[in-house]
């Protein structure tokens, strides 16, 4: 199996600052046929159910602020919030979903205002 | 609009059964790729089951399970009542969670739709 590990566990951050959260998979997660990386990042507020965020690592969901924005490829990936808002406040979870199950997640990354 | 609901989930004796609901709007099940993913308590995403339709556009339907549920669990669907089960069987206390239906418009391990979640928990 894939095994996605988030870095770091818990980050907090000032309100207006950036705020970086990284993920590495055990294996690639690029599909060459294709050249996409199959890489999602997902919010998730407390006591909601996650929200997809960014999928193909670094293309955003409607609606997604564009403060939320994803990159790396191949193995390593990051998602990064420009300026940190209050709404911000989540745990962001990393998942791969390279061709067939079992597709895997992150421990997640709880950012918190500081 | 898209909308998946969770029902089912309560207190259940480890060894006991429990079988969860998911009722679907804005899609077809007959032609959906749709799963479970469950969280434990303070703990991170762990996908459990999905299942898929035959399509003309995509492969044959099948159904898939993690490694932890195998054999223990089953995925079923009631296509006049457009809802997706999860039959739990021999349950553990590591099976506690919330059970999360999700779902992907473009048949991948990529879930852009969740419902709210119901909640499991396997004690004596």
């Known amino acids: 199996d894939i095994v996605m590990t988030q870095s770091p566990d818990s980050l907090a951050v000032s309100l207006g600052e950036r705020a970086t959260i990284n993920c590495k998979s055990s294996q690639s997660v690029l599909y060459s046929s294709n050249n996409k990386n199959y890489l999602a990042w997902y919010q998730q507020r407390p006591g909601q159910p996650p929200k997809l965020l960014i999928s193909?690592?670094?293309t955003r969901e409607s609606g997604v602020p564009d403060r939320f924005s994803g990159g790396g490829s191949g193995t390593d990936f990051t998602l990064t919030i420009s300026s940190l808002q209050a709404e911000d406040v989540a745990v962001y979870h990393c998942q791969q979903y390279y061709t067939t199950p079992p597709w895997t997640f992150g421990q997640g990354t709880k950012v918190e205002i500081k | 609009e898209v909308q998946l609901v969770e029902s089912g989930g309560g207190l259940a004796q480890p060894g006991g059964s429990l079988r969860l609901s998911c009722a679907a709007s804005?899609?077809?099940?007959?032609?959906?790729?749709i799963g479970w993913v469950r969280q434990a308590p303070g703990k991170g995403l762990e996908w459990v089951s999905v299942f898929y339709s035959d399509d003309a556009l995509h492969n044959a339907g099948g159904t898939y399970y993690a490694d932890p549920v195998r054999g223990r669990f089953t995925v079923s669907r009631d296509i006049s009542k457009n809802t997706l089960f999860l039959q739990m069987n021999s349950l553990r206390v590591e099976d506690t969670a919330v059970y999360y239906c999700v779902c992907s418009a473009s048949w991948t391990g990529l879930f852009d739709i969740w419902g709210q979640g119901t909640m499991v928990t396997v004690s004596s």
């Open positions: 804005g899609i077809t099940l007959s032609k959906s790729f």
């Open positions: 193909w690592a670094s």
